[in-house]
């Protein structure tokens, strides 16, 4: 026995890699025997950044900076690096500052109606050709008429419904409700016309105002506005719920 110590080193390292092109950390086995610039081309599949674009810093385990690995022609293992440093790559292309990721600095393209109007191969031409959307006009016809035939109906319901009235309401995938007519007209929240409900029981949406308009009085969550169609008036008695009673 002569004495003498050897020092065995794993060949290989496991290294955090973060980037200024990105917020997450990836975590990576490499070889201690690659190049620093063949470990550039392997981040480069990692990160994104060219290879020919990066900066390299080295920080130990606890995040403290040690130094730059600025010559390609060393070995990664030349350099102080340990399972669970950290390699921070920084990206000399543009990239970090926002140069491609910022749609603010790039330039649109703009052409004027008149001049796409003119194009043959837009996609507004395509549905002209293929009689598509707004373009059928026979379709537009029966939407209009569908339209106003369902206006007509709900203003006949409307007539038929007055402020007082005890009314049923029936909305397709709700409860069937019973409630006191409030309001009957138009409103300002949406076209069309509106029937505005008191309920019997706290089944509504609001206590007979949307959005800062009041269209009648009553308690939170007892008011609601449905179309007239979903409203039929007639004798439909408060029900007693015995909440009076001991």
């Known amino acids: 026995m002569d004495g003498s110590v050897t020092v065995i080193t794993n060949p290989t390292v496991s290294i955090r890699v973060t980037s200024t092109v990105s917020s997450f950390e990836v975590n990576r086995r490499f070889n201690r025997g690659i190049t620093i610039a063949e ?3 392997k981040l480069e599949l990692i990160v994104g950044t060219p290879a020919a674009c990066m900066d390299l810093e080295l920080f130990s385990t606890s995040d403290k900076l040690l130094q730059k690995l600025d010559n390609n022609e060393a070995l990664l293992g030349s350099y102080p690096v340990d399972d669970d440093c950290r390699i921070h790559v920084t990206d000399c292309s543009g990239t970090q500052s926002g140069e491609f990721t910022d749609l603010s600095k790039v330039e649109k393209f703009e052409i004027s109606d008149e001049a796409y ?8 031409n395509f549905k002209k050709n293929m009689k598509l959307g707004r373009f059928n006009e026979e379709n537009q016809a029966k939407q209009e008429e569908a339209l106003a035939k369902k206006e007509e109906e709900e203003k006949a319901a409307m007539d038929a419904i007055a402020v007082g009235n005890r009314c049923k309401v029936q909305v397709p995938g709700q409860p069937t409700k019973i409630g006191t ?17 008191k309920y019997d029981e706290p089944l509504g ?17 007892y008011g609601a506005f449905v179309k007239p169609l979903s409203v039929t008036v007639g004798d439909f008695p408060e029900e007693d719920y015995g909440l009076d009673e001991m």
Do not use: I, L, Q
């Open 117 to 124: 109007e003119k194009r043959a191969d837009s996609v507004r």
């Open 39 to 41: 470990f550039k081309s």
């Open 181 to 197: 007519v409030m309001f009957v007209g138009t409103a300002d929240f949406k076209p069309g016309y509106w029937v505005g409900v």
């Open 205 to 221: 949406k609001n206590d007979g105002s949307v959005n800062g308009k009041r269209y009648f009085e009553c308690e939170p969550k």
